[in-house]
């Protein structure tokens, strides 16, 4: 069964680059990663979907490798406004069935 | 305006009562979820609905019940038999299910007395 693990908290300083990585072991080839922001009492927003490779768009890149272990979601530039958790999401069929696994969430603190 | 609406936005209720959350979309899309989140945890899947009229247990459905009678609404009854009711409560829609992205509501945050 297909488990995700994320890093409980990150820090980082405005304008750097942030990387925050899931671990989603026993996943299948077609099994699509996705990342969420959340801020607090707020619903979890989409920032980026993929199952290969590398996918980018205009907030965000996402990297998986071959493996498909794990995936890295990728933040630009941060700023101060991007303090808040982030979830990574794994769709895992089965049978025809589907299981959504999220991950435990990476608080992250962008500081000035 | 599209989106998802939660109502309401906080709740509170007795031990022992059924409480009903609403979770209403515009934007025809044919899946809902409903999801459970305690503090400083991930999201937990209740129920999700692929079509109207059909519903599939998540991981921790015990407890809860939905319906699916309308496209636009899934709403989400916590029974007086769920242990732990106090909870974030999440909603959830994709225009599918598996690799579509899931649009989400603000959250109706239970609280049992």
């Known amino acids: 069964l297909a488990k995700t693990t994320q890093p409980i908290s990150m820090d980082s300083y405005e304008g750097q680059e942030v990387n925050i990585t899931c671990s989603h072991n026993?996943?299948?080839?077609?099994?699509?990663i996705t990342w969420y922001q959340q801020f607090p009492s707020q619903g979890p927003r989409f920032i980026i979907q993929g199952y290969k490779t590398k996918v980018t768009n205009e907030v965000a890149s996402l990297f998986i490798p071959a493996d498909r272990k794990s995936s890295t979601l990728s933040l630009p530039r941060v700023s101060l406004s991007d303090t808040a958790v982030y979830y990574c999401?794994?769709?895992?069929?089965?049978?025809?069935?589907?299981?959504?696994?999220f991950g435990t969430g990476t608080r992250l603190k962008v500081l000035a | 305006d599209g989106g998802i609406t939660q109502s309401p936005k906080y709740l509170f209720r007795k031990e022992g009562q059924n409480v009903t959350l609403s979770c209403e979309q515009n934007?025809?899309?044919?899946?809902m979820y409903w999801y459970r989140q305690d503090p400083g945890q991930g999201l937990r899947l209740i129920y999700y609905?692929?079509?109207?009229?059909?519903?599939q247990k998540g991981d921790i459905a015990e407890g809860y019940s939905v319906s699916r009678e309308k496209k636009e609404s899934f709403p989400l009854t916590v029974t007086s038999a769920q242990k732990n009711p106090t909870a974030f409560y999440l909603c959830a829609s994709s225009p599918g299910t598996e690799t579509d992205t899931q649009y989400f509501g603000p959250g109706t945050r239970l609280t049992v007395l």
């Open positions: 609905s692929q079509i109207v009229n059909d519903f």
């Open positions: 026993n996943i299948a080839t077609n099994d699509y």
């Open positions: 934007l025809n899309h044919d899946a």
């Open positions: 999401l794994v769709v895992v069929t089965t049978s025809g069935t589907y299981k959504y696994i």
